[in-house]
């Protein structure tokens, strides 16, 4: 396990190349005769949206480069993997900035939306726009030569329109302002956490490392895909329940998926299992924004027979061992993969606490 003193220096070594993207881009910006004003407002956008979380899914394409190819990458094979992890920061980026505008979130990473910045507002739109294009620029100035070229590019755009689609399912079925628990159920769930975030959360980071690496077999992306869209799903199952039953100074933030009508798995499953008396409590009071409604849901999570605690336990359990029991199938020598690539992740969210 990486030391916190470790940690901290591969995050700063990695947002060391966020300064040179950025300056890339700014200079392209520059050499299309664009006004200083513009070049600011894009220079503002980049900093403020895309190198402030916990970029997890950029360092993961640098680790799992770097245990495919068993020794420490040279310096550049580490800028290409942080400027390919940079890119998915940056569709990240492009998915925050217009999933706040789309549910008028407050706040994002602790600072006020980006939208929400004076003068911005609406432009927010276009800002989003500008750092989804910024992947393909970079993708060609870097990696045009290169055979997997458009194998980048198709990685990019099928997992775009997956997480869209996934966002789409989410808009329709949780609508905040219309709170209307019979369109949520458990399949819905587990649809809107695969599209929504276990595409590019999981399986895109590791995939772009498997493309550099020169991994060509397709058997070893459809073994890799099988293990990390489940892994993504167990992840955002975790998130679901620390939302409700992690304390927030632990946790780093307010859980707020009850105010907010989120259709998470706490509720689903409380849906499945509830009595039609405690239904009726959740009609009620879920997706009401005040406190009082929100902890007579949480009351009705851990009674019996709901009991979200016992329940999650269990799935966590299940979850772990099936997991494992994938990753141990791979076939190292036929599909080029390392099993220490899964173990890494999976090591990282077991159990996890925030």
């Known amino acids: 396990m990486a030391t916190k003193e470790a940690k901290a220096a591969a995050r700063a070594r990695f947002e060391g190349v966020f300064d040179q993207i950025a300056d890339e881009l700014l200079a392209y910006t520059k050499a299309q005769g664009m006004p200083a004003e513009a070049i600011k407002w894009y220079k503002d956008s980049l900093y403020y949206n895309v190198p402030g979380g916990k970029l997890n899914r950029g360092l993961s394409v640098v680790d799992t480069l770097e245990i495919l190819k068993g020794a420490p990458l040279s310096e550049d094979e580490y800028f290409r993997a942080a400027l390919l992890g940079w890119c998915i920061e940056l569709l990240q980026g492009f998915f925050l900035v217009s999933d706040d505008l789309m549910d008028a979130s407050i706040t994002r990473r602790g600072q006020p939306c980006w939208y929400r910045q004076k003068a911005v507002g609406n432009i927010a739109i276009n800002d989003s726009f500008m750092l989804e294009a910024a992947i393909y620029y970079l993708l060609k100035k870097h990696f045009r030569q290169e055979k997997y070229y458009v194998d980048l590019l198709e990685l990019f ?17 949780a609508d905040e302002h219309h709170v209307d628990l019979s369109k949520f159920s458990l399949e819905k769930h587990h649809l809107i956490v695969v599209y929504k975030t276990a595409f590019y959360s999981f399986y895109l980071p590791v995939a772009l490392a498997m493309r550099v690496h020169g991994i060509q077999d397709e058997s070893a992306y459809k073994a890799a895909l099988d293990i990390l869209i489940p892994m993504g799903e167990y992840f955002q199952v975790q998130d679901d329940y620390l939302d409700a039953y992690a304390p927030p100074e632990v946790l780093g933030k ?3 998926d009850i105010l907010d009508n989120k259709c998470s798995w706490n509720v689903n499953i409380a849906l499945k299992y509830g009595t039609p008396e405690q239904r009726k409590v959740l009609d009620d009071n879920y997706g009401k924004k005040d406190a009082e409604s929100e902890a007579r849901v949480k009351a009705i ?20 061992d099936r997991l494992t029991g994938l990753i141990n199938q791979i076939d190292e020598v036929k599909t080029g993969l390392k099993r220490d690539v899964f173990v890494s992740f999976l090591n990282k969210v077991y159990k996890r606490t925030k």
């Not at 999570?301 to 966590?316: C, V």
């Open 157 to 173: 755009h099928e997992t775009t329109f997956q997480t869209t689609l996934g966002q789409l399912i989410d808009l329709i079925t």
């Open 254 to 256: 307010i859980g707020t």
């Open 301 to 320: 999570y851990s009674e019996a027979p709901i009991s979200i605690p016992e329940r999650f336990e269990k799935y966590e359990k299940e979850s772990h």
